[in-house]
Every structure is written in structure tokens, then in C-alpha cells.
């Protein structure tokens, strides 16, 4: 059975199924379309799929011409899970976001393979890319498939390859992005590695699932905890009257030693404000009390209320009261030059504005109207930049700094500009750092 599916991927003849056509799962499927494998595409968003099926994208930065190149080369996408059959291999790249308590959520990744678990056969590999506590794959996912009547490692497959996508960075690709892996037995495991092999550059092999799960955690962690460290400093430094931007740059120049994470109004995307929350969760049933991790997670959570203080303050210099003011955020996407808007802390802090009374705003050239949301609801769309409009709010706030924002006219024009993101180095009579 292992040979079968080895030989099956090594002459490409085995066909892909990815479960979840998101920021994801989507680039993965380009990819294994480009070498040659035919994709079978899975997604319980049936506007997603008639999208793709019609050679369009819903994500910027995925062209249609890459999708509809993949259509041509086999590409299918369905909202029907019973196809499950025909894949050899079934990709799992699901959302794993937190409840309302903070607690991890995998609604999502334990309904879909309970949906394929009906469908699937021996011979299939499964592979879980959604990010989430060391335990995940063998706790939930290996008695599901197991009670479908196959043997892990003997008839069926398992392994867990954490997603590694940045959207927007155009120095990495899905294909450069070296690949960890790891399976539930040996077996598993050089499957899995032949599988990402195919079409990454390299495969990271690591010793289990648990050690694939916590490699994750960790580079996500560890990305949280610095920018909470920054973001610290940033509030200290702001009373000193010292920019922390200046600060970071002069440091940055150090050869060794030292990497530089930048401040900001609050942590966004999918990965980095929720991740860490999936190891303190899973870590208080050993007994252990991660208190790095959860200040870090407070500090940072805590920036969106530190930049409205700052907006509140700078407005009451000028004589203005929060409410009622008319507030313009720039950007709403999560980071730079992206339309991802998940966790974006630009969303918390227009809730924030609006709770507070102001007149909220936003413009940004990669999101033209504000998206349907699980938890947020604005009915607003982009506002365009000229110097009427920007010189017509009272305030300004980048939270979010793309490159297409003029931000010459932007400190020409406003009245107030809280800038949150360090763009501006030059300090002005109109522009207050947050």
C-alpha cells in the first residue's frame, strides 16, 4: 500500500485533494497544479467555488491567470466532501481560530475530517496543515480515521506539515518556503516527505506529529513574544520621549546578536495573535503556567487601547473630544500591502472609535469594502485619498502602512495624523506617534 502511493506521487499520477481554498490551501494548489499532479479542491463555500470553476480569485495577490492556468491543467473545485474518494492524498488547510474564552478552536478542522472520514479508503494520506497544539493529530484526527476501519501507518497515512504562507512577501514562495513534516509512524512520514518533496525545494523532516505541531507554535511564539517585547519598550520610550523606531534602526545596525521586530497597533494575520494561546491551552494539562508567552500575548493584545489613548489625547490637545470627531483609519488589512483582514487590529481599534462616538472611516487601496466578518460589522467601503477628503477629519490614523498611501500629501493635509506603524521619521506639528 505504501509503494502503490509512493510510486503514485513520484510519477504524478496520484490526484491532490486540498480541503479549505483559503490563503492557504489555494497556493498549494497552484503549486502541485504546476508540476503536473491533477488538484481536487474542497471548500464549503459554494461562492468560492463557483469563483475558481470560473477561472476567478478572491485572494490580491493570486492572480486569475494563475487559476485559470490550473484549470486548464486539470483542476477541479467542489463542494462535494463524497469525492473524497478520488484523491489520493486529502491536504487539510482549515481556519483553527480561538473562542470567545480564548481557548482553542478546532470546530473547523475536527468537522471536516469528520465529513471525509465517511469517504475515506485505504491508500489515503492525510496531511493537517492548520496550526495547533502539540497532540492535535494523534489525539483527534488518528481515532476518526482509525474508526473508519483502517490501520495509520499500515493501510492509511497521517502526518501533520504546519502551513508556512506569507502573504504578500515576494521574496518567498510556496515553493521556496522549506517544509517541516512529520508523521505518526516511519511509514507515514516518508510518504509525507515524498508528497512536499514533489513540489518544495525542501522538506524539514522532524521525529513525530507533536514535534511538527510545537515546531509551529514555536516560530510563531516567538515572533509574539518579541514584538510584545517592542511594544513594551514603545510605551516606555514614548514617556522618555524617545521614538522606539530610531531606536530599532540604530540596534538593527548590529551584525550579530540581535534581530529587529517593529511596534505596531496591536498583532494581526492568522497565525501570530492566536497561536500562543494553542500552547498555554494545551500546556495546563501538564501542569506548567506559560507566563512568558501569556504577558507577551497581553502586552500585544493590549496595543489597540494604548493607540486610541493616543488618538484621544492628541485630540483633546486640539480642543476635541473623541466623540463625535470624525476618525479616518488608514489601512485595514492586517499587514502591508495584502487584503488579509484576519485579527487585524485595525479593526479593533475602528470598534473602539466607534464605541467611543467617532464618526469612523477607513481607506484602503486593497480593500474596497469592508468584508463580511465572523465577530466585526461595518457597512463602509474605502474611502478614496485627496487632500479634501484627508484635510476633512479631524483625525488620521495609519494603523496599517501600505506602500500605495501618499504619505507626503497624507502629512501635507491632515489635521491630525497618529501614526502607529514609525513610517514618519521627521517629527511635525500634526503628526503624533503611537
Given at each position: 500500500m505504501k509503494q502503490q502511493l509512493l510510486n503514485r506521487i513520484a510519477d504524478k499520477s496520484a490526484v491532490i485533494g486540498i480541503v479549505g481554498l483559503g490563503y492557504v490551501g489555494l497556493p498549494l494548489m497552484l503549486r502541485f497544479a504546476e508540476v503536473g499532479y491533477k488538484v481536487l479542491g474542497f471548500d464549503i463555500d459554494q461562492s468560492k467555488v463557483d469563483a475558481l470553476m470560473a477561472g476567478k480569485s478572491y485572494i490580491e495577490h493570486i492572480s486569475a491567470d494563475s487559476i485559470a492556468t490550473a484549470l486548464t491543467r486539470g483542476f477541479e473545485a467542489t463542494t462535494d466532501f463524497s469525492r473524497a474518494g478520488e484523491a489520493d492524498t486529502l491536504i487539510l488547510c482549515v481556519p483553527t481560530p480561538l473562542n470567545k474564552y480564548r481557548e482553542p478552536d478546532l470546530s473547523f478542522v475536527l468537522n471536516t475530517i469528520d465529513s471525509l472520514v465517511p469517504f475515506l479508503r485505504e491508500g489515503h494520506l492525510v496531511s493537517l496543515e492548520s496550526t495547533t497544539y502539540p497532540g492535535t493529530t494523534d489525539e483527534e484526527l488518528l481515532p476518526r480515521i482509525e474508526s473508519r476501519g483502517l490501520k495509520i501507518g499500515e493501510n492509511a497515512f497521517l502526518v501533520f506539515s504546519p502551513e508556512r504562507e506569507d502573504p504578500g512577501n515576494p521574496d518567498f514562495t510556496t515553493r521556496t518556503i522549506p517544509k517541516v513534516c512529520g508523521g505518526v509512524t516511519e511509514a507515514c512520514q516518508e510518504i509525507g516527505v515524498a508528497l512536499y518533496g514533489a513540489v518544495i525545494d525542501k522538506v524539514v523532516p522532524v521525529s513525530s506529529t507533536r514535534a511538527a505541531e510545537m515546531t509551529k507554535l514555536l516560530e510563531n511564539i516567538h515572533r509574539a513574544v518579541n514584538i510584545g517585547l517592542v511594544n513594551e519598550m514603545k510605551i516606555v520610550a514614548d514617556k522618555m520621549g524617545i521614538d522606539i523606531h530610531e531606536v530599532i534602526r540604530a540596534a538593527a545596525t548590529k551584525p550579530f546578536g540581535f534581530v529587529p521586530y517593529y511596534p505596531g497597533p496591536g498583532l494581526g494575520g492568522h497565525c501570530i495573535p492566536i497561536d500562543p494561546f494553542y500552547l498555554t491551552w494545551k500546556a495546563r494539562e501538564y501542569g506548567v503556567n506559560t507566563r512568558f508567552i501569556e504577558l507577551a500575548g497581553e502586552v500585544n493584545s493590549n496595543m489597540p487601547d494604548y493607540v486610541v489613548s493616543k488618538v484621544a489625547a492628541a485630540l483633546n490637545l486640539r480642543k476635541k473630544a473623541i466623540n463625535g470627531s470624525k476618525v479616518l483609519v488608514l489601512g485595514i488589512?492586517?499587514?502591508?500591502?495584502?487584503?488579509?483582514?484576519?485579527?487585524?487590529?485595525?479593526?479593533?481599534?475602528?470598534?473602539?472609535?466607534?464605541?467611543?462616538?467617532?464618526?469612523?472611516?477607513?481607506?484602503?487601496?486593497?480593500?474596497?469594502?469592508?468584508?463580511?466578518?465572523?465577530?466585526?460589522?461595518?457597512?463602509?467601503?474605502?474611502?478614496?485619498?485627496?487632500?479634501?477628503?484627508?484635510?476633512?477629519?479631524?483625525?488620521?490614523?495609519?494603523?496599517?502602512?501600505?506602500?500605495?498611501?501618499?504619505?507626503?500629501?497624507?502629512?501635507?493635509?491632515?489635521?491630525?495624523?497618529v501614526d502607529s506603524r514609525g513610517k514618519y521619521l521627521q517629527p511635525a506639528d500634526n503628526i503624533v506617534k503611537a
Open positions: 488589512a492586517y499587514k502591508k500591502n495584502v487584503d488579509d483582514m484576519r485579527e487585524s487590529p485595525s479593526v479593533f481599534l475602528m470598534e473602539k472609535l466607534r464605541d467611543l462616538g467617532a464618526e469612523v472611516s477607513y481607506s484602503d487601496p486593497h480593500v474596497p469594502v469592508f468584508p463580511k466578518m465572523r465577530e466585526h460589522h461595518f457597512e463602509l467601503s474605502s474611502v478614496p485619498l485627496t487632500a479634501e477628503s484627508i484635510a476633512s477629519y479631524d483625525c488620521v490614523l495609519l494603523a496599517t502602512d501600505h506602500d500605495k498611501f501618499d504619505y507626503e500629501l497624507l502629512k501635507a493635509k491632515a489635521q491630525l495624523l
